[in-house]
């Protein structure tokens, strides 16, 4: 996935919950910044979560803190905010009937001479998405001279850190085969304290960017061959996820395929997307 937000599962009973004026007011500023639409019912949740930056800072209560974020005219709090308003839930092999398909393509369009791929994965969380990909990619197209690049954004800068180290923990692979565990990742440690580190394969072929996908057009150019958009726009409302999909349409080849979460339709929102499959659209 993609980052988004959930419900208040996790927070603390003894966080206080902010009146209905801070809420709306983060709230406006989160949709204004991200695109994020919070929906009522979400206080507990924002509150929760904005207590995090009150105990970094010292801040006594969320207005303070509202305001804060507001005057810093770097932008870094916002951030900050951000960070800890995004849900990051992901897997490697995600809805693999994605990547059975991306595999089936990538093997058509390398037999027919294809020789330059580009893919965008557009949120791509701790980034076990992005280096699904790779995977995918290299078994279907076993030529290491062939010229493929993946652009792997996210609006959380703490967890393109993540993507960037590329470490996960053994319970993380558990959806990754064992043949590609061993082919793509070194073991460091030993049992349950033991953790996979991605190999310089995939990660040379991945470049990880900040990216807010609520303010298109950007600066990509394109043209790409598939865009993995999975499980962020069920956040967005139905304007942002118009402009993000005529910005993807933009980008996207003709022939070019993008895929969405199984949980998220296009009806009524690009004209110039197909639905081939569920959750997988043709760009005419």
Same mark, same amino acid.
């Given at each position: 996935?993609?980052?988004?937000?959930?419900?208040?599962?996790?927070?603390?009973?003894?966080?206080?919950?902010?009146?209905?004026?801070?809420?709306?007011?983060?709230?406006?500023?989160?949709?204004?910044?991200?695109?994020?639409?919070?929906?009522?019912?979400?206080?507990?949740?924002?509150?929760?979560?904005?207590?995090?930056?009150?105990?970094?800072?010292?801040?006594?209560?969320?207005?303070?803190?509202?305001?804060?974020?507001?005057?810093?005219?770097?932008?870094?709090?916002?951030?900050?905010?951000?960070?800890?308003?995004?849900?990051?839930?992901?897997?490697?092999?995600?809805?693999?009937?994605?990547?059975?398909?991306?595999?089936?393509?990538?093997?058509?369009?390398?037999?027919?001479?294809?020789?330059?791929?580009?893919?965008?994965?557009?949120?791509?969380?701790?980034?076990?998405?992005?280096?699904?990909?790779?995977?995918?990619?290299?078994?279907?197209?076993?030529?290491?001279?062939?010229?493929?690049?993946?652009?792997?954004?996210?609006?959380?800068?703490?967890?393109?850190?993540?993507?960037?180290?590329?470490?996960?923990? $053994?319970?993380? %692979?558990?959806? &990754?085969?064992?043949?590609?565990?061993?082919? @793509? +990742? #070194? !073991? =460091?440690? *030993?049992?349950?304290?033991?953790?996979?580190?991605?190999?310089?394969?995939?990660?040379?072929?991945?470049?990880?960017?900040?990216?807010?996908?609520?303010?298109?057009?950007?600066?990509? $150019?394109?043209? %790409?061959?598939? &865009?993995?958009?999975?499980?962020?726009?069920? @956040? +967005? #409302? !139905? =304007?942002? *996820?118009?402009?993000?999909?005529?910005?993807?349409?933009?980008?996207?080849?003709?022939?070019?395929?993008?895929?969405?979460?199984?949980?998220?339709?296009?009806?009524?929102?690009?004209?110039?997307?197909?639905?081939?499959?569920?959750?997988?659209?043709?760009?005419?």
């Amino acid at each position: 996935m993609a980052s988004g937000v959930s419900g208040g599962r996790g927070h603390s009973t003894c966080v206080r919950i902010m009146d209905q004026t801070t809420f709306r007011d983060f709230k406006e500023l989160i949709y204004e910044r991200s695109g994020i639409s919070l929906q009522a019912g979400k206080e507990a949740m924002v509150s929760a979560r904005v207590a995090k930056r009150l105990r970094a800072l010292g801040m006594p209560d969320s207005r303070t803190y509202l305001q804060y974020v507001r005057r810093d005219k770097s932008g870094e709090e916002l951030v900050q905010l951000l960070n800890v308003i995004s849900t990051n839930v992901t897997s490697f092999f995600r809805e693999p009937d994605h990547f059975d398909f991306f595999s089936e393509v990538i093997s058509k369009w390398s037999s027919e001479g294809q020789r330059r791929f580009r893919f965008w994965s557009a949120a791509s969380s701790t980034g076990e998405e992005p280096y699904t990909i790779a995977m995918t990619f290299l078994e279907a197209v076993k030529d290491a001279k062939v010229d493929m690049r993946i652009l792997a954004t996210d609006i959380s800068t703490r967890v393109l850190e993540r993507c960037v180290v590329g470490q996960y923990e $053994k319970r993380s %692979l558990e959806t &990754v085969p064992k043949a590609l565990k061993a082919r @793509y +990742f #070194d !073991k =460091e440690g *030993r049992g349950e304290d033991a953790v996979y580190r991605a190999k310089s394969i995939l990660k040379d072929r991945i470049v990880f960017k900040r990216l807010n996908l609520s303010k298109p057009p950007f600066p990509m $150019k394109g043209p %790409l061959d598939v &865009v993995f958009c999975r499980n962020v726009m069920i @956040y +967005f #409302d !139905k =304007e942002v *996820r118009k402009n993000l999909l005529e910005e993807i349409s933009r980008l996207l080849r003709p022939g070019g395929y993008l895929m969405v979460g199984h949980s998220e339709n296009l009806v009524g929102l690009s004209m110039h997307l197909e639905v081939v499959r569920p959750s997988i659209y043709l760009k005419r």
